[in-house]
């Protein structure tokens, strides 16, 4: 009786103790917000995926060439140039227009050309990073308020062909962001702060889809002379 009470005893010590070593390591892999965050990510990839000819995602992919050429224009203003234009247009392409010395152009080029794949990535992981809580939400909500103030200046007094669709994406998305903001700055609802980490999450994951499809199509899928990447080849021969 001794024997089999001790042995009773140590199989339900081994368990806690394995019970013990799982929660340590889910505790050490993943928290519970970070494993909900990773899984409405995936839900929104896949539901972008199911509509991705869905005329629904539209303002999505223009948001994300937008982010695409005011990365480009980012580049050009940290190597000191001038830009003096941001075209997006509905065939989803887009256009910076910018100018410099010509005695840097090849130089500023290296760090222009590549900065549209890269910096829309780095905007959708920022993005999606920032939805993990209420404070960097808000803080991203406001930055992106300000490109498109940036933007709307561009459409409305810089070189564009297409100054209509700029300006309306950028009032569209300037509307939506303050009046969330305004949601959850104003009033008592519940959950005003999740609605905004929702839609960003959103932007976010549809961001890091269509910059992910944009690399891939430009860098491995086809051949296009006008392409960033085929300029950029050019230019590294």
């Not at 519940?190 to 549809?206: E, K």
Request: charged residues 15%; glycine residues 6%.
């Amino acid at each position: 009786l001794k024997f089999l009470g001790s042995s009773r005893f140590g199989d339900s010590h081994h368990f806690a103790h394995d019970l013990h070593c799982v929660n340590t390591v889910m505790t050490t892999c993943c928290t519970e917000k970070q494993v909900v965050l990773l899984s409405n990510y995936a839900l929104f990839l896949a539901a972008c995926l199911l509509l991705w000819h869905s005329r629904i995602l539209f303002p999505l992919k223009l948001f994300t060439v937008f982010l695409h050429e005011f990365s480009h224009a980012t580049a050009v203003w940290l190597t000191c140039n001038k830009v003096t234009g941001i075209e997006v247009n509905d065939r989803l392409g887009g256009l910076t227009h910018w100018t410099a010395r010509s005695d840097r152009v090849r130089c500023a080029q290296f760090l222009v050309l590549p900065a549209g794949y890269l910096g829309s990535a780095l905007w959708g992981g920022a993005i999606l990073v920032s939805t993990a809580q209420v404070a960097t939400a808000e803080i991203m909500a406001c930055v992106l308020i300000a490109a498109f103030c940036v933007a709307l200046g561009y459409a409305c007094c810089g070189t564009n062909q297409h100054r209509r669709l700029l300006a309306s994406l950028s009032i569209c998305f300037v509307l939506v962001l303050v009046g969330l903001l305004l949601l959850c700055f104003l009033t008592k609802l519940p959950y005003r702060h999740n609605i905004l980490r929702t839609v960003l999450l959103l932007v976010g994951a549809m961001n890091t889809l269509f910059a992910t499809y944009d690399i891939w199509e430009d860098c491995v899928g086809r051949v296009v002379p006008e392409s960033d990447a085929s300029r950029f080849a050019e230019l590294s021969k």
